[in-house]
């Protein structure tokens, strides 16, 4: 089995495409992790924000949770309808194409993108990051880890959606658990104890208030909250990975997710709130998360707690699967669309969009190299791309009802224009919020993106143009190339060479170029004897030899001139160079080679100019024993092998004329 | 100009060799600064291990000193005859390879090359750590300063040894003169004072003693003093780089070069005993170079201070030098005996072994790379790959006058048999007081650089033996090959690909794979119009067009079956395929293409089987204006395009039958 069939798995064919499909249980840890996870990062960042307020922050979470969770249920709505109205996927990218245009489209497909791209880096290192800190002795290595995680997410990926979905689902469902179990814990507690429960461990006590609220406090506040939202997006995007019905699918999962995530969000709001607990400022010795006060709290440091901070860690991290499934869609239908090269739309190996993924996989590694494997930066970036792209996808569904029309679409209309509103403002107070913690690269990186997106369509469509033919093709009488075949020494794999040569074209230059002249065989002296008589005895056509000598030591310089003037002298003939390729068994013989052949193709192919064809004769170290290739076998001969000549006797020519 | 251009110069024709050849005055700072450089470091390396003796290591320094110039003089002794019988170059390795064999050449030559290798990482991350230490705010930048000055010393080098040499003289003799001054000064102050000068700024004083001389002390001091003496083998190794009389040039170098270095180590050891001026512990605060000390105690810290401290630190640097010149050579004498690539042979643009020269770029900046910048734990390993080359190349000499006999052979025999015990003896004294610090990596490395050269020349000999021929060509009837012409959408780019198949062969097979069934066009409903009419009209054969189905979305693997199948059914023919190859205008359009024709050219290379022949056809954009290359032009279109037709009507077709 070779190293591809075992990561990767065997090869699945077209037809067993469907069964390749996923359902809402699946669905959740394939497509919802991003979102789940923003539960245990979200309502935290918020509460970070109010430290200042002391022990008032507590009165303020609620109702932010509050104002989040219904704009999530907005965009739940709107993406619910998007859903059945876009069976194909790719989410507001789709919604914006077909209603708002090409450049809002690609806006939207941009900060998708880039959206996906952070959420791999952030998740990975997020979850690096807790596991280090729990092991500070893996300090050194968190890079190295980080790469290790992204290889492994990348290989899981590659593997095809079912094994993703059976992989990850227990560490999901498990997270879900032990939140849920907390917060029914949490919740019979504070109901026995008339609303003041006894935490089992106390948090850490709020500081003291150095600051009022002020709006503009509550509205970054609120802006942090909503990176709560991103990669909620991700199940409009991968509607064709479900199973047939698979918009009802598609609408289930992510019912069942955004249902999750606001009982969680909600549940994490009450229980601060009841239990006294807020921020700790993060980055400082005596740092702890929102979620680990919590459970300590709720059920106490015993074997629980424990599991749910291993469960939560565990989904940090896999949260960066949501990219690995929507990255390769959203580049899939920008491929089919002509805005970026073909191969992202080929579903690969095991049906899924294996150059998407690769690249996924590069510009991650790229983006934690260039961190050190630090991305606390970049987590501010988040919300603008997710939050452009809701907004975006929102003003579509405006357009879609309009034109739908009826009372239903007058309704939704109305629905889809408050979504709209009110993500766009959070959009501006998130990007004001944020510009200068590094919001400012998504005005780098988005733009950037959306360039290259139409740049390549407009490269391909000039390219379309240029070689497109709509006339029947031109037929004249062929002239046959003129053939020229470089030699240093004079060899069987030379001898092969020739023969092909001499099989297309009756002229034929072999070119011997002196750039090492202490190296070269002195061919005029064993031209004639070894080349010109056998050839002219079988009545063939003989090749010419000519040598030039090179006074700089190129071998390419003279060789390229020289076929440049064949190709002036012969202006109707293609010129092909035939250069040898010698094949060796292991790959590591080619560190022994000078690699010359390759450097002659390339100059020849680039700037040899359209009449200079390269032909590439490769030559196995096996091929000793064969008879030789291209010549025809004559009657006798064939009689004579089959009355009993062995093995080595076919070394010597068969077929003589 | 090209950037190469500016960053080479202009490529130097062969004819002007011998202007390029250096004299003794070049031929210091190119084949020196790794001998003189050590002046800064051996006897420092031999008083830091004193260092425990305190004060009392004083009195040992002279007489270690001078062991060390004695073995030194042998070893100039022994290299003077090897310049004048090897004026080929290549020292060690050509005095073992003639007089001892071919597994001691090699295990020279491997010592050498590892020598070479660990003097640039050393000689770089040593003058680039002076700096860093003068200026703290540079320490982030360590590495990338020492990749800097790899890249610059390697520019440097490429361009040529009159370059190097021009460039390299005034540092070196700078840094001569400044100790030559410094050392006169002291001296004449010393017999001024009756043997007690007064230091200008007093040495740090000595520590207390903490041991009294042991015999394995003072060899230990002595093998780390022995480190003063590599880099002398280099002027033997580049013999013809001088210019005639090269043996005489070369030889007047070697004694310029021992006769300043043996100046200035008994200058040091002089100067170090009247100071009292002794070791500081390397690495903690307080640190300073026993060359800082002595100049400062001679003329004081004034501007003499920094101008000689500057040439110092900028000879250091530069030392790495002396491997550019050496390992290049070493190099291209193993690969003209054939146990490296022939690359290294040739010489290339501006007539120095560039082939080398980037080799051991490539590997310093691997070694500079994976220790972060710091190699001062590979300075103990230095000596070994020194004494052993030494070792070796005396033993030979010791050989060559016993089969040249005589007089003047006995007498010079047994100087280099003392002198090869000695260095012998030495070197195990270093590799045993140096095992645990390191050396132990030389007995990798060596062991290793020799198995690969024996495996480079087996293959290399394998492979000759496999290709050579030696009887007259096999000529017989050749068949024309098959052609496969592999077509995506029938476009310009593809019918130039047909015609040139076509030109070739009457055998052509236009073969569509159906990998991605969405975006193929529909072959079968145009061909007929598109091409067969217009051939069948102008009576040519017709190309044959097969569809294949590829169930597992492959485009490689169904279309290297079927060429599999057509060269087992033909198998007495080439079956050629021609792979079309869009040229662009920009490199980075490169990064739009779906490489999916270099895939198949590899594997059709690599796993066609010997009847494969791959061809590929470039089509540039502006070959749309072009008439179409292949077609004879008839007379009758000559005429007519001759009467005053223009640019735009050649695009019809030309010369139709």
Request: one cysteine or more.
């Amino acid at each position: 089995m070779s190293l591809r069939s075992f990561l990767l798995g065997r090869p699945i064919p077209n037809g067993e495409e469907e069964e390749q499909k996923i359902g809402p249980l699946s669905g959740i840890p394939v497509l919802g992790l991003d979102a789940l996870a923003s539960a245990a990062y979200g309502p935290e960042a918020a509460l970070t924000l109010l430290l200042v307020l002391g022990a008032a922050s507590l009165h303020y979470i609620g109702p932010l949770m509050v104002a989040i969770v219904a704009l999530l249920l907005v965009v739940q709505f709107s993406y619910r309808q998007t859903i059945a109205a876009y069976p194909d996927g790719g989410g507001s990218y789709s919604v914006a194409r077909e209603n708002l245009g090409t450049k809002p489209s690609l806006l939207a497909a941009s900060a998708l993108m880039f959206d996906y791209l952070l959420n791999v880096a952030v998740a990975i290192s997020a979850g690096v990051g807790a596991l280090v800190s729990a092991v500070p002795a893996l300090f050194p290595f968190m890079l190295l880890l980080c790469l290790a995680l992204l290889a492994l997410l990348t290989v899981v990926n590659l593997r095809g959606i079912r094994t993703t979905g059976a992989l990850f689902m227990s560490p999901t469902y498990l997270f879900v658990g032990c939140l849920g179990i907390t917060f029914a814990v949490g919740l019979v507690k504070t109901l026995a104890a008339h609303g003041h429960p006894q935490a089992v461990v106390a948090p850490p006590p709020l500081p003291a208030s150095t600051a009022t609220a002020s709006l503009w406090l509550l509205a970054h506040a609120f802006a942090n909250g909503c990176t709560a939202m991103t990669g909620v997006e991700a199940v409009s995007n991968g509607v064709p990975l479900f199973r047939e019905p698979r918009t009802r699918n598609a609408q289930r999962t992510l019912a069942a997710i955004i249902g999750i995530l606001v009982t969680l969000l909600l549940g994490e709001a009450w229980l601060c709130h009841t239990y006294g607990i807020g921020a700790t400022p993060p980055g400082r010795p005596g740092y702890q998360s929102v979620l680990s006060q919590l459970v300590a709290a709720v059920a106490g440091r015993g074997v629980f707690y424990y599991v749910s901070i291993g469960a939560i860690v565990t989904v940090l991290c896999l949260s960066a699967n949501t990219s690995f499934a929507g990255f390769p869609r959203i580049c899939r239908l920008l491929a089919l669309d002509g805005y970026l090269p073909a191969g992202f739309a080929h579903s690969g190996r095991r049906l899924v969009y294996s150059t998407g993924i690769i690249v996924l996989s590069l510009l991650s590694a790229a983006l934690l190299i260039a961190f050190g494997g630090v991305t606390d930066r970049l987590i501010p970036l988040f919300a603008v791309g997710a939050l452009s792209a809701f907004t975006l996808s929102q003003a579509g569904m405006v357009q879609h009802w309009r034109r739908m029309g009826g009372d239903k679409g007058r309704r939704y209309r109305w629905v889809n224009g408050v979504g709209a509103a009110a993500t766009a403002v959070t959009l501006c107070v998130v990007a004001v919020a944020k510009f200068t913690e590094g919001a400012w690269l998504t005005f780098i990186f988005i733009p950037l993106t959306y360039t290259l997106l139409r740049g390549t369509r407009a490269h391909q469509a000039r390219v379309a143009s240029v070689i497109s033919v709509d006339k029947p093709m031109e037929a004249g009488t062929l002239e046959p190339p003129v053939v020229v075949v470089p030699i240093k020494h004079l060899d069987q794999m030379v001898e092969k060479g020739l023969r092909f040569a001499m099989s297309i074209s009756s002229e034929v230059h072999a070119v011997q170029v002196r750039a090492h002249p202490e190296e070269c065989e002195n061919l005029e002296a064993r031209w004639p004897a070894q080349v010109e008589q056998p050839l002219r005895t079988a009545g063939q056509p003989v090749p010419k030899l000519v040598v030039l000598q090179s006074s700089y030591r190129s071998l390419v310089d003279p060789l390229l001139g020289y076929v440049r003037g064949l190709a002036a002298a012969h202006p109707n003939r293609f010129v092909a160079v035939l250069v040898p390729e010698f094949i060796e068994r292991r790959w590591y013989h080619y560190i022994l080679h000078s690699h010359t052949a390759t450097l002659l193709k390339m100059m020849l192919l680039f700037r040899g100019g359209p009449q200079v064809v390269v032909i590439n004769a490769p030559w196995y170290l096996r091929e000793r024993r064969r008879r030789p290739v291209g010549i025809a076998t004559s009657p006798r001969t064939a009689r004579s092998r089959a009355s009993g000549r062995r093995r080595g006797s076919t070394r010597s020519p068969a077929g003589l004329a």
